[in-house]
């Protein structure tokens, strides 16, 4: 039997370690287009990541409160069939110019050959947030500058980010 696929719900992928305002942006557009979004958070046992996958869920429940018709599930695996297995027509892809382009075209390419019912959006980063990535956040964090995040992390996540930085450099002042 295979599975109805609904141009209504969408799923936007990543690793959102940790959620940025930029992905937070992306959802917000995304939702504002779609009747169901759910933000698919990818398990990578190969990647070296800064919060567990729980805990990026949970970040990420806490800025999607707001969002009533915005769900967060964990995948493993490829995210085309992630979006297939939830019955979802639709794969959201937030796109900074010039550093996403051309990963972004590459991995829409293979989608659609493993899969061309499903469909890819792109969404341009809003400029304020176009050069704002997980690894410039965890750069910023890691030097103890907390007070300059609230421009690229939501605010209620900065003091669960400095505490997740702080125990790893200083693994003693955790316990």
């Known amino acids: 039997m295979t599975t109805q696929l609904s141009p209504y719900k969408a799923v936007y992928t990543g690793s959102f370690d940790p959620v940025t305002l930029g992905h937070l942006d992306i959802i917000e557009r995304s939702a504002r287009l779609y009747d169901s979004l759910v933000i698919g958070v990818g398990v990578n046992s190969a990647k070296q990541s800064l919060f567990s996958t729980d805990e990026r869920i949970d970040l990420l429940q806490r800025v999607t409160r707001h969002l009533p018709h915005v769900s967060i599930e964990r995948f493993d695996g490829l995210a085309v069939d992630f979006v ?79 505490e997740k930085v702080r125990s790893i450099q200083h693994p003693t002042l955790a316990e």
């Open 84 to 162: 297939r297995n939830i019955g979802a027509r639709v794969m959201v892809r937030g796109v900074r110019p010039l550093t996403d382009i051309a990963a972004e075209f590459t991995m829409m390419m293979a989608n659609r050959q493993l899969d061309s019912d499903i469909e890819t959006v792109f969404l341009m980063a809003d400029e304020v947030y176009a050069h704002v990535s997980s690894t410039l956040i965890k750069q910023i964090a890691s030097l103890g500058h907390g007070r300059s995040l609230d421009r690229f992390v939501p605010s209620e996540i900065i003091p669960t980010l400095m």
